[in-house]
């Protein structure tokens, strides 16, 4: 019996002192990643912009007309006709313009490269919700189909949003499941 107290005591301040540490907060996959940044290649570079695109809530149901706002990120810095366009894929956190603004990998590319940059939000995460509600019912559209949908969509708009897209090869990169 003292050793099962014993074993409860240790367990319970090892819980404490992981979190007064920052333990979990290291492990807590709700955060962005942070992107490997190259110090020497910092320059002076205009921010990313902030858009939206309308997705479907079901992208497998003709008969679901229910749409959502998607948001992402855009940086034209190094960008030439016809060049590739890179897009950063979010996982299960809120996106922010860094990792697609310089010191990158993607950036590096991009500048070499002369390609588009975007970086987009996950349904669900981030300020990209499809519903008002997270309840079970809802949840049925966060799937690995329902996302591939959309980014199948976000490639479909950016390629046909622009003559200067018309030769241009799609390149992603992603984090976590994406």
């Given at each position: ?92 956190w809120t996106i922010s ?40 019912e809802n949840l049925r ?38």
């Open positions: 019996m003292k050793f099962l107290i014993f074993l409860l005591t240790l367990t319970s301040l090892s819980q404490i002192s992981f979190a007064f540490f920052g333990f979990t907060k290291r492990f807590n996959t709700h955060e962005e990643p942070q992107f490997p940044v190259k110090r020497c290649c910092f320059e002076k570079v205009r921010a990313p912009v902030e858009k939206f695109i309308e997705q479907s809530l079901d992208n497998f149901n003709p008969q679901e007309t229910r749409r959502w706002q998607m948001r992402y990120f855009e940086n034209d810095a190094y960008f030439q006709p016809n060049g590739p366009i890179f897009i950063n894929l979010g996982g299960e313009p860094g990792s697609i603004t310089q010191g990158t990998l993607i950036v590096e590319m991009a500048q070499e490269m002369h390609g588009m940059l975007y970086y987009t939000e996950h349904r669900f995460y981030g300020n990209s919700r499809p519903t008002n509600s997270t309840t079970t559209f966060l799937t690995i189909d329902q996302a591939l949908a959309d980014v199948a969509h976000f490639i479909n708009f950016v390629k046909r949003s622009s003559t200067d897209f018309t030769n241009s090869s799609v390149i992603l990169v992603g984090g976590s499941y994406s």
